[in-house]
């Protein structure tokens, strides 16, 4: 699927991607996304939480897009007596986050590299190395000369510090996109790309557009703040599902009915699908039985507006995931084809 902005866009993804930003870590992508809106002549503000707002511009009928820039992360629990570090979980899977090499990021010394090993894990040495994963047994083995807590110390790690894995990005032959973190950053790219786009183009937009990149989405209070109370409209931009029974696939922009969280706003969600088949933009409806989103959090704190969610397909969500770019344009195309007048 040949785009005008498809190369910036995936730049951007591969940008986002490279910025460390597990739960709680988000000053360095926070910073980014202020530089990135600011030279293209916006005038974004952070949260103090964290997070970045920006108004797109537009007249009336206030709307706001969200899409999360944290991330699946841990942070260290102890440190062990024999120099590894045990894993204080905050989103990973322990059953698929093994022998992923890892950032140890401490609060005043740098950081420091390592990987996600089950404890004893050589299987010459060790009979139950097949013993079911938790993060009991999982621990970050450094690459460091480190085989005391002293040692540890001695290079500033402390618990609490974070601990952020490789994304292991790329795009395929097939333009097929395999990371970590797609949820939610394909998303937050298209997005700065949509911004982008209305910068280069001078498109007119059909209402006030803003865009609200949220920080805590993935422990359930990221679209808590942020919102201007005169907002009437909340579109979370995510990921969309790919798995069984989903009708969704990676090349795909999902348009979901309902979630774990009940269903998405009915008039709204019917003017998605509208404006998708209008400008032949390839969608799916689907309802995702384990998922919450930013606009969720903001109903429950209290926001009368109207809410939705769409976003590109992604399979194996939380896990070492995939998309295609198509998904990615796909979405864009949803966003333009429902906001541009």
Not at 73 to 82: E, F, P, R, S, T
């Amino acid at each position: 699927m040949e785009h005008k902005y498809k190369e910036y866009m995936l730049q951007q993804l591969e940008n986002l991607l490279s910025i460390d930003s597990p739960t709680g870590y988000h000053y360095n992508i926070q910073n980014y996304l202020v530089n990135e809106l600011t030279q293209m002549g916006y005038q974004p503000e952070t949260l103090r939480k964290g997070g970045v707002k920006v108004n797109l511009g537009g007249e009336r009928h206030p709307i706001m897009m969200l899409s999360h820039t944290d991330t699946l992360g841990c942070v260290v629990k102890y440190i062990k007596g024999n120099g590894r570090l045990a894993i204080s979980n905050m989103t990973l899977n322990p059953n698929n986050i093994e022998t992923e090499t890892v950032k140890v990021i401490t609060r005043n010394h740098g950081s420091y590299e390592g990987t996600i090993q089950l404890s004893n894990a050589s299987v010459h040495v060790n009979k139950e190395v097949n013993t079911a994963r938790d993060f009991d047994n999982l621990e970050i083995v450094l690459d460091e000369d480190v085989k005391s807590v002293d040692d540890v110390k001695a290079l500033g790690i402390n618990p609490g510090d974070f601990i952020a894995v490789n994304p292991r990005y790329t795009v395929t032959s097939k333009e097929y996109i395999k990371s970590r973190f797609l949820d939610d950053k394909a998303s937050a790219a298209v997005l700065i790309t949509f911004a982008k786009m209305l910068k280069e183009e001078s498109i007119s937009l059909s209402r006030n557009v803003w865009l609200n990149f949220t920080s805590f989405e993935e422990i359930g209070h990221g679209g808590a703040t942020g919102i201007p109370v005169e907002m009437e409209d909340l579109l979370s931009v995510d990921m969309g599902c790919v798995g069984e029974n989903i009708t969704c696939t990676e090349k795909m922009v999902s348009i979901c009915a309902k979630d774990s969280g009940g269903p998405y706003h009915y008039e709204f969600t019917n003017e998605l699908i509208e404006a998708a088949k209008r400008d032949g933009v390839d969608y799916a409806i689907d309802v995702y039985n384990f998922y919450g989103s930013d606009v969720e959090c903001s109903l429950r704190a209290g926001y009368d507006v109207r809410y939705a969610l769409i976003g590109p397909g992604v399979y194996a969500s939380h896990g070492y995931e995939r998309t295609h770019v198509d998904g990615m344009l796909h979405t864009l195309d949803l966003i333009k084809s429902y906001l541009v007048g």
